[in-house]
Structure formats: structure tokens, C-alpha cells
């Protein structure tokens, strides 16, 4: 990941050309190495001035601090001697301390990163949300901060009622909503209620978050396959299921968005059977080529969940996310809160809240949808030139979409067989990705989807971004089905063969 | 809360005279009634020109925002009007509209708080804590708010290794540790694992936390009182439980320390019957006469866990706990976490580890055990001056004391209804406090306590901290056995009477 390169000897260097590879989660190491490397190779000889921490994190797109740490260290080595009024400078090394000249160590981590739901530091709002919190501080009640609502900071739902109305159709009212950590908290508070009530069983999509199907497991919950066809889930399938967990808005990872029909009848079988709705609203502000659609809450509060996330809009890192539960789960729910972590952040929720007020929110969630319908268009243009046979499915809205993968379809070798073999091929390109097959319930019986990558569109930062599809391009090129030639083989998109 | 007095009419008003309640949680209500009132009494005048936002918000010692609000709102209603350039004035309004001058709604919220547990915003370090995030952001990884180690950001880990040894004498590296969302989940976790592995029992101190025993419950583990004198719980009695949960540095809520004898006894249990030591450390950096007392798992961390918060050092609302776990228990505990929640909110974790790493953090632990110290002696004298026949106990350590409530040693009234008594007296004071015998165990067979009431040093704001001490000494004059005249029942110190 290190290197140094064409460093000038001047006693004073404005600005460096070091290759540091900045998508590296590294980069603090990999600025270190690059120094220690030019001092040791010669290429900064002693007594050289180096640009001062606030210009060359300016010269190289970094945080001052990343660069005075890197510097900090470097004196601590020896490398470097920092001295008031003169700067930092080249050390006075003697000879056999730059005799070893050991390479530096390589990596064998991808410098490329198109795997979904990885986001990196570049794209959270930092600056927005600093502000919004140390705002939210300041303006809060003197208990903001004790042991508070349950449910949450009444700032919050109250902000959230009325931004899930305007931008997904949600009916809630504040006291409906209950505030979790993440999509994870928010489905294990829901198993665990719906296990004491009795219930033994979850319908799953059967290509889904496998994560999803232990957190069910982990509260006494079996999860059972639901197919997926171009109209979403096969909801005309349930039976006495106790609850289903879909993600109507934008299947996740294969696409479709739940059709008008299908969300009638699964409301049917709710209402019929009494079963739940579980909305997985994961990425419901982000679509591409058509209005959004509404959340499935809005036509059946009585029956739906609906849970959201700012693990897409912000960072999973930020932890939140809500219920809006219908009015005789609230209470269990907030039982189920209360004796497993007593509330979320009071912190992120204040700084959410005014986010969402001062409309940073709206801004920043309009901004990711633009640079993840950009990225989309990238991604299809660069496929298109590079390599023409590879379809891409699952376009029309969201953080991800399929990279089908060629193959002969008399092809006896498993989907997951094919997919591993195009994961290697990627790393060895320095490309981290990942395959459909992953995601597949174990106890579905249907035929599995002809294999594909799934490709994140908000994962790497904005400059590795066509680098990766170059690395994409080349990968697929290689996979013996183009090999052969184009049109040995066109996958049929998956939004068309229903199982 | 409100009120208005000796407001001038001059077409300036430089600060105004107004008695707003800060200790109330509603400030801007209180606010924004005083303004009322004085518009609606005529003590403000139309025309009258109200200080800025900003210079009455110095004047009162309020949030610029909280003073703009109330503005705002009071422009919304009518009483006030804001032009450009002539800035906020009283409204001309129609003598009708002064005329009911109904009286402002009478709060019946207390308007002193000591209560334990029950912060306030002011002593959080807003600042500190806004500066150590923006940091933190700047020099963290680009993967730092994505899908992280479940155990908890790595910056925090290795900060919070290094500081527990140091301060609390905790044998941790920082992949023992699991980062969790305070102390309820921190326990929630154990009990979880606890129970997966067949545990059916948790001895837990007589007095104790309810909502600890709840967490346990929820996650189908009985508790079983255990007695607590004056050298801590008599972890001699424990037998076939399968844990102990404990707060040895500082009982909560009696007071005592676990003696030294004691805790040889009870890693003695744990080595020969395998139970585990659950340490709640909730506030082992608050010791006033003597040096801190080491963490227990310093001495057994093959047998101990060591559960941490900042619930006490920074907020309950932070959320952010840590486990210090033996190597046998980690692996179970991480995959407990994946499933409930993934992962604690990264960004405060960043925050609280580059607080620490930065010093801000000790600092703030020094100046809270400094202004708890103050106020334990503040409350001493107070009682001795005011109330001279109350004994106070428990007050070696920590944000809390007992004050013994006098009474008939012969009354045959139960002392949770003396306290009781107590508590709804001290409200007709405006002071809120709790009894101790919330929190007795429901299965505890050892003689009650002597009544008492459980005092948070920590809770008011300082300027209203005397107000809440005469309104503590008048509620005890108030009680019958002191009206009855001092001496006719000494309360024994409740840590020399051995149950």
C-alpha cells in the first residue's frame, strides 16, 4: 500500500508525492510507511523540512491530525525530530539505521471495495452532525441526558412522526415510535416479543440479511423461505406463520420493489390470520427511476412494523433506528427495551433529531441518492464498454444492484461455486466483493438464481470509485464464459425468472 | 414556576428581573410564562424593547436557542413583535387581551430534585465531549462507521484497557473487552449467556437496583437476596447459585465496601463451585475519605466479570458500558451482542475514547468527585445545622447517601410507609427523594432497615443544591418523632447493624 516516489531534496518540500492508497482503512500506517520509507531509501536526506502537518494533510485530502499523529510518531522513531520555530525535519541518522532497507510489508488487503452496506467515513455528514449535536445540547432540557423516555428522546419522535409522514407515508404519531439501536435491535426487541406472546416461526425472503434469520434464531424464532419473483416476495405462499419480515420497498439483495397486489394480499393475510408485518425499510429514500413508494405502513398501521435505519442515510455506525409498532405492541415493546439496554444514545438521538429539523437530513439523503444514481449510471457505462456480455440487474433503486455472472447454463458447478471463483478472481484484482449465494435461506428448496455479485454503490469514496469498476470490468473478462467469448451465455435477469 | 417582578418599563430593558426556575426541566416554558405574564400584568409595556436573545440569554445563564424559542413563540402568539433593525418589542395589544390575566397553570413537579441517578445536563462536559467527537472523526478510519467489531471500536478498547488498569486496577486487554449500551445491557448480555448455559440463579444484594433484577428476569434467571452489612454482602451465604451480582466498591444503595475478607471469600466460591463474580462498578471513581479501592477482578479475572458505565462519570444517556470478561466468556458475549444489536453507536465510542486518550475524561471524573465531596460535607453541615438529630450514613463513597429517617423504634408502621410518608412530605416542599426500601428485594427475609431516604449528591444544579438541602432539613423537622424533640429515637448507622 506504501510507496515513495520523485521526493525532492530541497531543505523545504511543499507537498509530497507519495502514492498513499487512501482507500486503505489504513491510511495513518500506510502515510507512516511511505515517510519512513523515503527517509530510509534516501529520498528525504537529513535536514530536509517537511510541509507542515496543516499542508500536507491539505496537499493529500487528509485530516491534519491523521498527518501530525503519522509526524508524531515518526519523531518518536527517530526518523523525524520536531523542534519549535523549525519545523519537522529529516532526523540525522546514522548510516546503518538506513542500511536495511527491508521493503516495506505488503498487504494482501483489497485496496478496492464494492461490497454493500461498507460505507466509508467520506460519506457521513461529519461536519452536519458535530454541529447538530453540539446544537442539540445546547438547546436541550436539563434531563436530556438522565435515564429518559424508553421509547426515546420525545425530540426525536417527534421529529421522526413527522419526516417518516412526509417522505414514506408512514402514520405514526410520536408515541407510536420506538426508538432501537439499528435494524438488529429493532427485529430482536420484535422476536422477543412475539416469542412470549407464543409465536414460533417468521416468514423470511428466501435470498435476505442472513444476519437476520440469528437474530431471530437467537430469540426462539424458526425462519422459513419465502420466495422472490419480479413482483417481490411470494406473499400468496404464507400460511400460519406468525410473522413475515419483508423489505417491500427494494428487495434486498435482488431488487424488486413489492408489487400493489402483493401488498394487498399480504395485508389480507394479516388481517385474516393476525399475523405481523415486518417492514424492513432499509433503503425506502433512495430510489432512481421512478417515484418513491410509499411504505407498506401506511396502508396497514394495525398490521405493519415498520422499522427504519440510518445505517443507509448516515452510517451503520450511528446505531439507530425505529419501530412504528402498532398500539398493542408499544407496551411490549418498551418492556422488551427497557430490561435489555434501558434506551439508545440520548447523544445520536438529539444530534438525529436536529439533523432532521434543521432539514441537514433531507440535504444529506438527497445528496447520497444523487451520488448513488451517478454511481449507477458509472457502473452500467463502464460494464457496457468493458465488458458488453455482463447484465446488470436490480437498477431502479437503492445502494446495490447484481453484476450477473457468465457461465455456460449446462454448467454443472453450484451458483456458489461459480460466485466463490469470481470473488477470488476480484481479490486477486484487489476488488472486494461478494456473491448472491450468500444471502440464500438454507431450507430453500426453489432452483437458485443464476449467480451474481452483488455490487455496493456507496461503498468506496468518490476517487477509488472507477478504479473499482476497472477492477469489476477485468475480473468478469476473465471468467472462462467471456473467455469463450461473448454470447456463450447471456444470464437472464433475475427480475424475470420466478422460481 | 414562573413569575414576573420589578420589571422596568423603559423602552430598553437591559436584563430583566424575572424568576425563572432553573432547576425545572422546562425552562423555555418557564421562560416563556414570565414574559407572558409580564406583558399580560402590564409590568412590560407596549413598545418596550426586550434585550437581545443573546444578551438575556447571558443574563439568565440560558441557551441563546432557549431564549429565541420562547421569543418566537410568544411573537406566534401575539404578546411580542420582532422587526428587523428594531429588534424584539412588546406587542400593541387590545386591552381585552390583557384582561382575563388568568393566573399561569401551577406546575405540581417538584422543583428540587435528590433523587439519585438523576443528572443534569449541566454536569455533562458538552463541550469537551463535542470537541473529542469532531476530533475523533477527523483522524478516524475510513471504515470507522461501518459494520465494526462487535466487541467495540478498537480505539475505545485499547483506551479503556489502559485507563481500568490504571484507575480501577482491572486486568483487561483490550479484546476481553466488549463494549455495550450501559450497564442494563451489560447484564442483559451476561444473563443471556448466563442462561444459554443452563444458569437458573443469580444471587443478587438485598438492597439492590430493581430494574437489575428485572434485566435477569427477562432473560429467565430467578435472583436470590443476599444480606448486606456493614463489610458489603455475606457472600459466605452463597451456595448453588450459578453467579453473584455485586457492587463491591460502594453497595448500592447502603454504602458499605465489600471488605477484603469478603472478597477472598467470594472468589474462593467461584473457584470451587465455578459461579461467576458479576462486578458492577458503577461509580468505583467516586471515593471521598479514602484512596479507590481496587476493582475485584484485578484479584480473580478468571472468575470475574467487570461491568463499567459512564453513566455516572459523564450520563446515563451516553449509553456506552463495558465488559471486562474471562477468555472462556468473550466469544459467547460478542455473538449475544451480534444478535441484539450489532454493535454499540460508534460515534460516541469514538468520542469517549478520544476523551479519555486526551485526558478530558479523568479530568472530569476529578472535578465530579471533587464537587460530590463538596456537596457530601454541604449536606452534612446543612443536616447538622438545620436538622441536628438526623444521622447520615454511607458516606465514604459516591453520589449517594442514606439519611435515616427518626422515628419511634417501637412504631409499629412498616418503614417503607414511614418513608413514604416522607417522600410525599418532602414534595409538599417541592423537593423530590426516594425511600430505601424501593429497593429491597421482594424475597428478602432479614429485618427491614431503618427508614431512610436515599440522597443523590449529583443530581441538582449547584445553584439550586442549598435550596434543596433547606427543603430536605425542613421535610425531617417535619417528621413526629422529631417533633416529638431530638433524641427521642437515634437511628443506629444502618452499617453497624449486621441483619
Do not use: M
Request: one cysteine or more; charged letters at 20%; a neutral charge.
Amino acid at each position: 500500500v506504501t510507496g515513495a516516489d520523485a521526493v525532492t531534496a530541497s531543505p523545504t518540500v511543499f507537498g509530497i508525492d507519495l502514492h498513499v492508497d487512501l482507500t486503505s482503512s489504513r491510511v495513518r500506517a500506510g502515510l507512516e510507511g511511505a515517510l519512513r520509507e523515503a527517509v530510509r531509501s534516501g529520498l528525504l536526506v537529513t535536514g530536509t523540512r517537511l510541509p507542515s502537518s496543516r499542508q500536507l494533510a491539505a496537499d493529500l485530502g487528509l485530516a491534519r491530525n491523521t498527518v501530525a499523529d503519522a509526524y508524531g510518531q515518526l519523531v518518536a522513531e527517530g526518523w523525524l525530530t520536531a523542534r519549535q520555530g523549525s519545523g519537522t525535519r529529516v532526523a540525522d541518522l546514522p548510516s546503518p539505521a538506513r542500511a536495511p532497507a527491508t521493503p516495506p510489508p505488503r498487504t494482501t488487503e483489497p485496496g478496492y471495495d464494492l461490497r454493500s452496506g461498507v460505507p466509508t467515513l467520506a460519506s457521513f455528514p461529519a461536519t452536519a452532525w458535530v454541529t447538530a449535536l453540539r446544537r442539540a445540547l445546547h438547546a436541550a432540557p436539563a434531563d436530556a441526558l438522565g435515564y429518559t423516555d424508553v421509547r426515546g428522546r420525545p425530540e426525536l419522535r417527534q421529529a421522526l412522526a413527522s419526516h417518516l409522514a412526509r417522505t414514506r407515508g408512514v402514520r405514526a404519531c410520536p408515541d407510536g415510535i420506538v426508538v432501537c439501536s439499528g435494524f438488529t435491535q429493532g427485529l430482536s426487541l420484535l422476536a422477543r416479543v412475539l416469542h412470549q406472546r407464543g409465536a414460533t416461526t417468521v416468514a423470511t425472503e428466501e435470498y435476505a440479511q442472513p444476519a437476520h434469520r440469528d437474530v431471530l434464531a437467537a430469540q426462539g424464532l424458526a425462519s422459513r423461505p419465502l420466495p422472490v419473483d419480479v413482483e417481490g416476495a411470494l406473499v400468496d405462499r404464507l400460511g400460519d406463520e406468525d410473522a413475515v419480515l419483508l423489505t417491500p420497498a427494494h428487495q434486498f439483495p435482488l431488487g424488486p420493489t413489492l408489487s400493489t397486489r402483493r401488498r394487498s394480499a399480504v395485508l389480507t393475510w394479516a388481517a385474516d390470520t393476525g399475523g405481523l408485518v415486518i417492514e424492513d425499510d432499509y433503503d425506502g429514500e433512495f430510489r432512481h427511476d421512478r417515484h418513491s413508494v410509499g411504505a407498506l405502513q401506511g396502508r396497514g398501521p394495525h398490521h405493519v412494523v415498520h422499522v427504519g435505519t440510518t445505517s443507509k442515510t448516515l452510517a451503520p455506525g450511528v446505531r439507530l433506528g425505529w419501530l412504528v409498532a402498532p398500539p398493542d405492541l408499544v407496551d411490549d415493546l418498551v418492556e422488551a427495551k427497557r430490561t435489555t439496554d434501558l434506551a439508545s444514545s440520548s447523544l445520536d438521538q438529539l444530534a438525529l433529531a436536529r439533523l432532521i429539523t434543521d432539514g441537514g437530513y433531507d440535504k444529506h439523503v438527497r445528496r447520497s441518492r444523487h451520488v448513488a444514481r451517478r454511481r449507477r449510471d458509472e457502473l452500467l457505462d463502464a460494464l457496457h464498454r468493458q465488458a458488453p456480455a455482463v447484465q446488470v440487474d436490480g437498477i431502479a433503486a437503492g445502494l446495490h444492484t447484481l453484476v450477473l455472472l457468465p457461465g455456460v447454463p449446462t454448467d454443472a458447478r453450484p451458483q456458489a461455486v461459480v460466485e466463490t471463483d469470481a470473488v477470488a478472481s476480484a481479490a486477486r484484482h484487489g476488488l472486494a466483493v461478494e456473491g448472491l449465494q450468500a444471502y440464500r435461506h438454507p431450507d430453500s428448496d426453489t432452483t437458485p438464481r443464476p449467480a451474481a455479485l452483488v455490487v455496493g454503490l456507496a461503498t468506496p469514496p468518490d476517487h477509488a470509485y472507477s478504479g473499482a469498476l476497472t477492477r469489476l470490468a477485468a475480473t468478469l473478462n476473465e471468467l472462462p464464459a467471456l473467455q469463450d467469448g461473448p454470447g456463450s451465455r447471456r444470464a437472464g435477469p433475475a427480475s424475470s425468472s420466478v422460481p
